[in-house]
């Protein structure tokens, strides 16, 4: 019973443990696709600008917006890279902190497991002293009534 107590203790923490890092991979995953997503939207919208520009005139500078507006989205493409490294930071950080956690009160239940088995063990003892002292008692009872019982024999059949 006490390894099996131990065990499930062990086995929920090993479990938020492993959850916790099935989430953090999940959000690692997500976050890396939103990336690729919002930065093709970004390569997207830039051709179509670039585009629309050459359709509108031969006199704009279409280079020089194109070098504009690849520069405008490269520098959204990074701050967006950055924010998703922070956050991911942050997610870190935070799973960091949770497993910690869970260790700290794995160790917790440990101790008053073992707190909890030598207290149990103090009143086994007790109980069993309790119940050799009845097997004492008895015994002197049983004694005594047989001794009566041997009395009575005697005074009815003379022996």
């Given at each position: 019973?006490?390894?099996?107590?131990?065990?499930?203790?062990?086995?929920?923490?090993r479990?938020?443990k492993?959850?916790?890092?099935?989430?953090?991979?999940?959000?690692?995953?997500?976050?890396?696709?939103?990336?690729?997503v919002?930065?093709?939207?970004?390569?997207?919208?830039?051709?179509?600008?670039v585009?629309?520009?050459?359709?509108f005139g031969?006199?704009?500078?279409?280079?020089?917006?194109?070098?504009k507006?690849?520069?405008?989205?490269?520098?959204?493409?990074?701050?967006?890279?950055?924010?998703?490294?922070?956050?991911?930071?942050?997610?870190?950080k935070?799973?960091?902190?949770a497993?910690?956690?869970?260790?700290?009160?794995?160790?917790?239940?440990?101790d008053?497991?073992?707190?909890?088995?030598?207290?149990a063990a103090?009143h086994?003892?007790?109980?069993?002293?309790k119940?050799?002292?009845?097997?004492?008692?008895?015994?002197?009872?049983?004694?005594?009534?047989?001794?009566?019982?041997?009395g009575?024999?005697?005074?009815?059949?003379?022996?």
């Open positions: 019973m006490e390894n099996n107590a131990k065990q499930t203790t062990t086995e929920q923490a479990t938020a492993e959850t916790m890092a099935d989430k953090m991979e999940s959000f690692r995953t997500t976050a890396g696709e939103h990336l690729d919002v930065a093709a939207q970004l390569d997207e919208m830039r051709d179509k600008l585009a629309q520009a050459q359709e031969k006199d704009i500078d279409v280079d020089g917006l194109k070098a507006a690849t520069e405008h989205f490269d520098a959204v493409k990074a701050s967006t890279a950055d924010n998703v490294t922070n956050l991911q930071t942050e997610a870190e935070v799973f960091a902190s497993a910690a956690k869970a260790d700290k009160l794995s160790d917790v239940a440990e008053k497991f073992d707190e909890m088995k030598a207290e103090v086994l003892e007790a109980a069993n002293l119940l050799e002292e009845l097997k004492a008692e008895a015994a002197l009872q049983i004694e005594a009534a047989k001794e009566k019982a041997k009575i024999w005697n005074q009815l059949f003379g022996q």
